[in-house]
């Protein structure tokens, strides 16, 4: 008997790159949506991409560097 219903199941760990958006982050993640935006806001989280008003995502590339030591990381400035 197939249950279709359940979806596939999740992955673990995050791929090394590509972009994702906060509620495909926020399993991964120990933080509250707000705090992460506070620590963005302070250059301590990777910093958003804007793809358009309501469409914002992160690079997993950031977000593995990020989660590997996140005392130490700091967002890089772009010129």
Not at 38 to 63: D, H, M, N, W
């Given at each position: ?11 673990k ?8 958006r906060w509620?495909?982050l926020k399993?991964?993640?120990?933080f509250?949506?707000?705090k ?6 302070l250059?301590r989280a990777?910093?958003p991409?804007?793809?358009s008003?309501?469409?914002?995502a992160?690079s997993?590339?950031?977000i ?6 996140p005392?130490?990381?700091?967002a890089?400035?772009?010129k």
């Amino acid at each position: 008997m197939s249950n279709q219903s359940n979806p596939a199941p999740q992955s673990k760990t995050l791929p090394a790159e590509g972009m994702w958006r906060w509620n495909q982050l926020k399993p991964h993640l120990p933080f509250s949506r707000e705090k992460f935006r506070q620590l963005v806001k302070l250059g301590r989280a990777p910093q958003p991409i804007k793809f358009s008003e309501r469409c914002t995502a992160y690079s997993l590339a950031e977000i593995n560097r990020f989660i590997a030591d996140p005392l130490n990381y700091r967002a890089e400035v772009s010129k």
